[in-house]
C-alpha cells in the first residue's frame, strides 16, 4: 500500500518553510509516498491523523490547541513517524511539554550566526548515513538541548570563536530516536529551502524521512 505523508508549515518566513514543505514533498514523493501539504496547524491534530504514516513539521514555534496535540501525540506513540530538519521539531511548538518529549530536541543557540563548520559524520554504517563522508557546511551551526536517548548519526563541534565558554563541545547535527512505536528522526541541517539542494543535506534529509516512516 502507498504510504502517506503529512506535511504542515508555517512561521518565520527568514525559513522559507513553504518551500522547505515542497521540498519535503518532492523527496517523499520521489519514495512513492502520497503526500499531503498544508499551511493548517490543526491537521496535525485532526482525529484522522494516525493514518499518516509520517508527519513533518516545517514550523517555527507556533501553537496546537492541548486537545489536538493529544491527537498528535496519541498517533506517533501508536506508529505515526515524526521527522523534520533545522528548525522543524527543534523550535516547532515550543510551549509544548507533550511535544518537546516526543520531539527529543530544543534549539537553544547558533553561536556566530552564519558561519562555516564541520559536520562530522559518526555512524557510516547507519543506513541514512551509507556512503556519506564529513564535510563542511556554511549555515547556523545549531546548539541543542537534546534527549540523551537519542541515536547519534553526525555531529559538530564548536570551536569556541564565538562563545569560548561552550569550545570543544560536540553536538549531535543527525539522529533518530523513538517515541513509544513512532520512530523520530532529526537534522539540524536546512536553515533554508536552498540548502536542502547540497546533495549530502538533501541525501540525509530524504533517507531520514524514509526511516521515520512507519514500516
Do not use: C
Not at 30 to 42: H, I, K, Q
Request: hydrophobic share 40%.
Amino acid at each position: 500500500m502507498t504510504k502517506r505523508a503529512l506535511v504542515v508549515w508555517g512561521g518565520m518566513e527568514l525559513h522559507t518553510p513553504e518551500r522547505g514543505a515542497h521540498v519535503v514533498r518532492d523527496l517523499l514523493e520521489e519514495e512513492g509516498f502520497a503526500v499531503t501539504v498544508t499551511p493548517d496547524y490543526d491537521a496535525l491534530g485532526a482525529e484522522d491523523v494516525g493514518s499518516n504514516d509520517l508527519v513533518v513539521p516545517v514550523i517555527t514555534d507556533g501553537v496546537l490547541a492541548p486537545e489536538k496535540m493529544n491527537n498528535l501525540i496519541a498517533a506517533i506513540r501508536a506508529g505515526t513517524g515524526l521527522a523534520g530538519y533545522h528548525m522543524g521539531l527543534a523550535t516547532t511548538f515550543r510551549a509544548s511539554v507533550p511535544f518537546r518529549y516526543a520531539a527529543s530536541v530544543y534549539w537553544v543557540q547558533h553561536p556566530g550566526n552564519i558561519i562555516t563548520y564541520k559536520v562530522d559524520v559518526t555512524r557510516s554504517d547507519h543506513p541514512i548515513m551509507a556512503g556519506i563522508e564529513s564535510f563542511e557546511h556554511t549555515s547556523e551551526q545549531y546548539y541543542l538541548n537534546y534527549d540523551p536517548a537519542v541515536e547519534v548519526l553526525a555531529t559538530t563541534t564548536f570551536s569556541g570563536e564565538f562563545h569560548p565558554w561552550r569550545k570543544d563541545v560536540v553536538m549531535p547535527v543527525v539522529f533518530t530516536t523513538t517515541h513509544d512505536r513512532g520512530r523520530v528522526f532529526y537534522s539540524s541541517l536546512g536553515h533554508t529551502a536552498d540548502e536542502l539542494e547540497i546533495p549530502q543535506v538533501r541525501t540525509i534529509l530524504q533517507r531520514g524521512l524514509v526511516w521515520a516512516a512507519r514500516g
